[in-house]
């Protein structure tokens, strides 16, 4: 099992830009994909982004598709957020997760991550 760590959440107005970071134990980090996932009060958990094991490959929800970009350092076993225009919606808690499962690609599903670290709070004002 990997632990994960999320930090970097705080306020910010709308249109301002806040990159979120997520430091992972383990040797074994550089075969994992992670993803970022967001819950805002009264919803369930989305899809924000993912990231493959290698960095190369990225996909995204469509509603932070341009603004959002995930990145990865693997000699830092740390996965990057970047967000920029942000808007009043996305205000949520934002969790990082790893998957270590052996799979390939980008993973969209929650399903497929079973290292899920405690969140960090992003608000976005208007």
């Known amino acids: 099992q990997v632990e994960v760590l999320e930090s970097g959440g705080g306020l910010v107005q709308a249109g301002g830009s806040l990159r979120l970071s997520c430091a992972a134990s383990g040797r074994a980090f550089t075969m994992y994909p992670m993803g970022w996932f967001r819950q805002a009060p009264g919803k369930e958990r989305e899809f924000v982004a993912a990231?493959?094991?290698?960095?190369?490959?990225?996909s995204y929800a469509d509603s932070v598709k341009g603004r959002f970009t995930a990145s990865r350092d693997n000699a830092k076993n740390t996965v990057y957020l970047q967000m920029n225009s942000l808007k009043p919606e996305d205000t949520a808690v934002y969790y990082c997760?790893?998957?270590?499962?052996?799979?390939?690609?980008?993973?969209?599903?929650?399903?497929?991550?079973?290292?899920w670290g405690q969140g960090t709070q992003v608000t976005v004002s208007s």
């Open positions: 990231i493959n094991w290698s960095g190369t490959l990225t």
């Open positions: 997760a790893a998957s270590t499962k052996g799979r390939l690609g980008t993973l969209l599903s929650p399903h497929e991550y079973d290292s």
